[in-house]
C-alpha cells in the first residue's frame, strides 16, 4: 500500500488501460462481513471484473494486476440508505437547526421550490462524490424534489456520472408548483436508466401531516411500487400518528422486507411488533435524531433490535449534518451506549451495549439488505460485487493496529479512505478522487448555491 508514488501511478494506468483485468488485493487485514469468512489477518481479495471472485490466504495471481495492501484493512463499501443529495450545495446553511419544522420551513419551502433540474444534478453529483470520498459506495437518494421529469432525470444522470452504485429513490416535493408526473413517471425512467449500478425504489412519506395525502404511503402507492417491481422507502416516519399508520398498513398488507421505514422514532411498542412481524426494514438516521431533535431524539436502535430488526444507517440532509458514515457510526455507537449504561445505573443489572462490529454492520451488510442489495452488496463474499474500502492502518490516527473493527469504527475516517472500488472499478486511488476537476466542481457548487440562494422568495 505504501510503495512510491511512481509505482502507484503505474499501477492504476495498468488498472485504467485494461477495464475487467484480474486485480488481486494481498496482505491485508480483511473484514468480509461474511458470516462464514470473518476476519482475515493477512487476507486476499481476488476480484475478476465486477465480481469478488475469491477470498482467503495465499490465492493464486495467476495473470492478476497483483496490489500489495499490506498495513491496510479491506472492507466492504459502505452503504448510506436514505440521504436527499439535491441539498447538497446547501451544505450546514443551518448548522443548529432546531427542530424539523425549522428545516421543512427553509429548505423544502424555501429553497426547493427554486431549484432548477441543473441545480438537481449539481447537488446530487456533489453527495455522490463526498460519498465515494468518504467509503460510502451504495447511496440511497431520497430524491423528494421531483419537480417535472428534467429534475428527475437531472439527478439520475449525477448517479450515473460519479459511478457510484445508486439507488434512485424520487417523490414529489412538498410544497410549490410541479407537473405532477410522479409516480406514474417512474417506470418510464426505470425503463431507461436502471443498470447495473442504478436501480430504483419508490420514496413516500408516513402520513399526511406535512404535505397532504398525495405523498402518504398507502395502497395506492404501494400497487404502484408492486407492478414496477421496486421497493419503498418511507420518510418522516415518528411518533403516535406514524405508529397508528403502521399498524393500519399491517392489516392492509403494506408492510414487508421491501419496504423500508425511515427514522422511526417515538413508535409505539405495537408498531414496533408489526414492524418487526412483517420483517420491514429500518434505516436509522444517527445524527439527524439526535441533532434535529426528531420526537425522542433517540436513534431506535434498542427497539429495532428488539423487534428483530437489524437496521441500515444514513445520513439524511447535509444542510445540518455530516457528511460521512464514520460519523453515523460514532454517534449511534456512543448514543446506545450511554443510554444502555444510563438505564441500568444503580441497578446492578448489567447494562445490554451495541459493539463497534454491530454498527460497521448496519453500515454495510443490513444497510445493502435495507436498500434491497442484499445479494449484490455489503459483504466481502464471492459472487457478490466488488463494492470495497482499503483503508489505511498506519496513519498517524490509526496506528498501531491491534483491532481492525475498531479502528474502522473509531479510529479512521475520510482521510484514510485510500481506494475505493465499486463495481471492480478504481473511483478513488491514493486518497484522490479520479475523474474529477475540482475547480470545476467548486466553480459549479458555488454558481448552483448562489443562484438557489438569490432565487429563494424573502420571508
Given at each position: 500500500m505504501?510503495a512510491d508514488?511512481?509505482h502507484?501511478?503505474s499501477?492504476?494506468a495498468?488498472?485504467?488501460a485494461?477495464p475487467?483485468?484480474?486485480?488481486?488485493l494481498?496482505?491485508?487485514?480483511v473484514v468480509t462481513?461474511?458470516?462464514?469468512l470473518?476476519?482475515?489477518?493477512a487476507?486476499d481479495v481476488?476480484i475478476e471484473?465486477?465480481?469478488i471472485?475469491a477470498?482467503g490466504t495465499?490465492?493464486?495471481?495467476?495473470d492478476?494486476?497483483?496490489?500489495?495492501?499490506?498495513?491496510?484493512?479491506?472492507?466492504?463499501?459502505?452503504?448510506?440508505?436514505?440521504?436527499?443529495?439535491?441539498e447538497?450545495?446547501l451544505r450546514?446553511l443551518?448548522?443548529?437547526?432546531?427542530d424539523l419544522a425549522?428545516?421543512?420551513?427553509?429548505?423544502?419551502?424555501?429553497?426547493?421550490?427554486?431549484?432548477?433540474p441543473h441545480d438537481?444534478?449539481?447537488?446530487?453529483r456533489?453527495?455522490a462524490?463526498?460519498?465515494?470520498d468518504s467509503?460510502i459506495?451504495?447511496?440511497?437518494?431520497?430524491?423528494?424534489?421531483?419537480?417535472?421529469?428534467a429534475?428527475?432525470e437531472?439527478?439520475?444522470?449525477?448517479?450515473?456520472d460519479?459511478?457510484i452504485?445508486?439507488v434512485?429513490a424520487?417523490?414529489g416535493?412538498?410544497?410549490?408548483d410541479?407537473?405532477r408526473?410522479?409516480?406514474?413517471?417512474?417506470?418510464?425512467?426505470?425503463?431507461?436508466?436502471?443498470?447495473?449500478?442504478?436501480?430504483?425504489?419508490?420514496?413516500?412519506?408516513?402520513t399526511?401531516?406535512i404535505a397532504?395525502?398525495a405523498?402518504?404511503?398507502?395502497?395506492?402507492?404501494a400497487?404502484q411500487a408492486r407492478?414496477?417491481?421496486v421497493?419503498?422507502?418511507?420518510d418522516a416516519?415518528?411518533?403516535e400518528p406514524s405508529?397508528?399508520?403502521?399498524?393500519?398498513w399491517?392489516e392492509?398488507?403494506?408492510?414487508?422486507?421491501?419496504v423500508t421505514l425511515i427514522h422511526?422514532?417515538g413508535?409505539t411498542?405495537?408498531a414496533?411488533?408489526?414492524?418487526?412481524?412483517t420483517?420491514?426494514?429500518i434505516?436509522l438516521?444517527p445524527?439527524?435524531d439526535?441533532?434535529i431533535?426528531?420526537?425522542t431524539?433517540?436513534?431506535?436502535v434498542?427497539?429495532?433490535?428488539a423487534?428483530?430488526?437489524?437496521?441500515?444507517l444514513?445520513?439524511?440532509?447535509?444542510?445540518?449534518?455530516?457528511?460521512?458514515?464514520f460519523?453515523?457510526?460514532?454517534a449511534?455507537?456512543?448514543?446506545?451506549?450511554?443510554?444502555?449504561?444510563?438505564a441500568t445505573?444503580?441497578?446492578?443489572?448489567?447494562?445490554?451495549?451495541i459493539?463497534?462490529?454491530?454498527?460497521l454492520d448496519?453500515a454495510t451488510?443490513?444497510g445493502a439488505?435495507?436498500?434491497?442489495?442484499?445479494?449484490?452488496?455489503?459483504?466481502?463474499?464471492?459472487?457478490?460485487?466488488?463494492?470495497?474500502?482499503?483503508?489505511?492502518?498506519?496513519?498517524?490516527?490509526t496506528?498501531?493496529?491491534?483491532?481492525a473493527?475498531g479502528?474502522?469504527v473509531l479510529?479512521?475516517?475520510?482521510?484514510?479512505?485510500?481506494?475505493?472500488?465499486?463495481a471492480?472499478?478504481?473511483r478513488k486511488?491514493?486518497?484522490?478522487?479520479l475523474?474529477?476537476?475540482?475547480?470545476a466542481?467548486r466553480?459549479?457548487?458555488?454558481a448552483?448555491r448562489?443562484?438557489?440562494?438569490?432565487?429563494k422568495?424573502?420571508?
Amino acid at each position: 500500500m505504501y510503495a512510491d508514488n511512481a509505482h502507484r501511478e503505474s499501477q492504476l494506468a495498468q488498472l485504467r488501460a485494461q477495464p475487467g483485468r484480474r486485480i488481486l488485493l494481498t496482505g491485508a487485514t480483511v473484514v468480509t462481513m461474511d458470516a462464514v469468512l470473518g476476519i482475515l489477518p493477512a487476507g486476499d481479495v481476488l476480484i475478476e471484473g465486477n465480481t469478488i471472485a475469491a477470498v482467503g490466504t495465499g490465492l493464486d495471481a495467476g495473470d492478476a494486476i497483483v496490489i500489495d495492501v499490506s498495513g491496510a484493512i479491506l472492507t466492504p463499501g459502505f452503504v448510506d440508505t436514505h440521504r436527499h443529495a439535491w441539498e447538497a450545495q446547501l451544505r450546514r446553511l443551518m448548522p443548529d437547526v432546531d427542530d424539523l419544522a425549522g428545516y421543512v420551513t427553509s429548505t423544502l419551502m424555501g429553497y426547493a421550490p427554486v431549484y432548477r433540474p441543473h441545480d438537481m444534478y449539481v447537488g446530487t453529483r456533489l453527495a455522490a462524490l463526498t460519498a465515494l470520498d468518504s467509503g460510502i459506495t451504495t447511496m440511497l437518494d431520497f430524491s423528494h424534489n421531483s419537480r417535472t421529469a428534467a429534475h428527475s432525470e437531472h439527478a439520475i444522470q449525477a448517479l450515473l456520472d460519479t459511478g457510484i452504485r445508486g439507488v434512485h429513490a424520487s417523490m414529489g416535493p412538498h410544497f410549490g408548483d410541479w407537473d405532477r408526473q410522479w409516480p406514474a413517471d417512474v417506470a418510464r425512467l426505470r425503463d431507461r436508466y436502471a443498470g447495473d449500478l442504478l436501480t430504483f425504489r419508490l420514496a413516500t412519506l408516513a402520513t399526511d401531516e406535512i404535505a397532504g395525502p398525495a405523498l402518504a404511503y398507502g395502497p395506492g402507492l404501494a400497487e404502484q411500487a408492486r407492478r414496477l417491481g421496486v421497493g419503498v422507502s418511507v420518510d418522516a416516519v415518528f411518533g403516535e400518528p406514524s405508529s397508528r399508520t403502521i399498524l393500519g398498513w399491517q392489516e392492509q398488507g403494506l408492510l414487508g422486507p421491501d419496504v423500508t421505514l425511515i427514522h422511526a422514532t417515538g413508535l409505539t411498542a405495537d408498531a414496533w411488533r408489526a414492524i418487526g412481524d412483517t420483517g420491514t426494514t429500518i434505516a436509522l438516521a444517527p445524527t439527524s435524531d439526535a441533532q434535529i431533535g426528531l420526537e425522542t431524539a433517540i436513534p431506535a436502535v434498542d427497539e429495532a433490535l428488539a423487534a428483530g430488526v437489524r437496521p441500515g444507517l444514513s445520513i439524511d440532509v447535509e444542510v445540518a449534518l455530516a457528511s460521512d458514515m464514520f460519523t453515523q457510526m460514532r454517534a449511534l455507537h456512543a448514543i446506545q451506549r450511554m443510554r444502555a449504561v444510563n438505564a441500568t445505573y444503580g441497578t446492578g443489572t448489567e447494562p445490554r451495549r451495541i459493539s463497534t462490529f454491530d454498527v460497521l454492520d448496519f453500515a454495510t451488510l443490513q444497510g445493502a439488505r435495507t436498500n434491497g442489495l442484499g445479494d449484490v452488496t455489503g459483504s466481502l463474499t464471492p459472487g457478490k460485487q466488488a463494492d470495497l474500502l482499503v483503508i489505511g492502518a498506519e496513519d498517524v490516527n490509526t496506528m498501531p493496529l491491534n483491532d481492525a473493527v475498531g479502528t474502522v469504527v473509531l479510529g479512521a475516517d475520510a482521510r484514510n479512505v485510500d481506494t475505493v472500488f465499486v463495481a471492480g472499478t478504481v473511483r478513488k486511488w491514493a486518497g484522490r478522487l479520479l475523474d474529477v476537476d475540482l475547480p470545476a466542481l467548486r466553480d459549479e457548487v458555488a454558481a448552483s448555491r448562489d443562484h438557489i440562494l438569490g432565487a429563494k422568495p424573502a420571508a
